[in-house]
């Protein structure tokens, strides 16, 4: 699966990124909700994964824009809280659960 991951953190890009290549996902990476979106623009996302607080809009909003773009578009929440619009990982996660959680999201369902 190609993954978009939206966090203002490099060093949590850079876990991120390392977790999901190694469950064999391809990783694109944005700090902020402009740079994704712009990214999000170019290319093809089985799965967008975002935070909740980064510069710009926050994630929900940006998912939100996503959403009219291509209404199926998976997206999930990386959040210490519990999003009720989005599906959510709560922080801190291990890797185990993070595929686990993009795999849910990728087939459509809503994990808990």
Sequence with gaps: MTILVVDDSEPLHEILTAFL??????????SNSR????IYE???YDVVLTDEDHPGLSGT???A???RMNPKQ???MMSTYTNLLL????????KGPLLQFVE?????????
Excluded at 21 to 30: F, P
Excluded at 87 to 94: E, L
């Design 21 to 30: 290549e190694e469950g064999g996902h391809t990783v694109d990476c944005a």
């Design 35 to 38: 740079d994704a979106l712009a």
């Design 42 to 44: 170019r290319g093809t």
């Design 61 to 63: 909003d940006m998912a």
């Design 65 to 67: 824009v996503m959403l």
């Design 74 to 76: 998976a997206i999930g």
């Design 87 to 94: 599906p959510t990982i709560r922080k801190p996660f291990f």
């Design 104 to 112: 849910e999201l990728a087939r459509g369902a809503r994990p808990q």
